[in-house]
């Protein structure tokens, strides 16, 4: 089962699929996909890595290779959770290889297709502000929202969080 949780930053979307995840009854991986490029990037890391602290979570980084360690880690009594794409997709951007990263997409959603058990992707839902001024961040919100799209339309469930209420967009 392949679930998308989308909602935007500090909407409680990570707490509810993480809850969604421990209520599976599942082996729990837990796929990272940040990197602690500061301080406070580092604080946000160990706050969440915190909050799990309580359900049995096994902790894999990766914070580029996702597709491998979904695969690596999937199987039929697990519940993978990966948190977040947009921070993979800006570990991908930040690399300026138009190319590769279209390989590393298309991969990513067949990849996401194949795997037995439970699979929940969480991501920041960006398309709902203003149209951004520089090139890059265009490119993130762009790319982001096609992400999205061709996640939800393979997805067996979707929801939006917002203020920490869950709207089922797609499945039960």
């Known amino acids: 089962m392949l679930e998308l949780y989308l909602g935007g930053a500090r909407s409680g979307k990570s707490r509810l699929a993480e809850q969604r995840a421990c209520d599976s009854g599942r082996e729990l991986i837990y796929i990272a996909t940040a990197t602690a490029g500061d301080a406070e990037m580092a604080a946000r890391i ?89 090139a890059l961040t265009r490119r993130f919100v762009d790319e982001a929202g096609r992400l999205h799209q061709d996640i939800a339309a393979v997805a067996d469930r979707v929801v939006f969080v917002t203020a920490g209420l869950e709207q089922v967009l797609k499945g039960k």
């Open 46 to 134: 160990a706050h969440h890595r915190q909050q799990r602290a309580g359900c049995g979570w096994h902790t894999v980084e990766a914070p580029e290779q996702l597709c491998q360690a979904i695969a690596e880690h999937a199987a039929e009594n697990r519940c993978i959770l990966v948190d977040c794409l947009t921070l993979w997709l800006s570990n991908w951007l930040i690399k300026d290889d138009e190319q590769q990263w279209q390989s590393v997409r298309a991969g990513f959603l067949q990849c996401i297709q194949r795997n037995p058990g439970q699979v929940i992707l969480v991501s920041n839902e960006v398309g709902q502000g203003v149209v951004p001024t520089g």
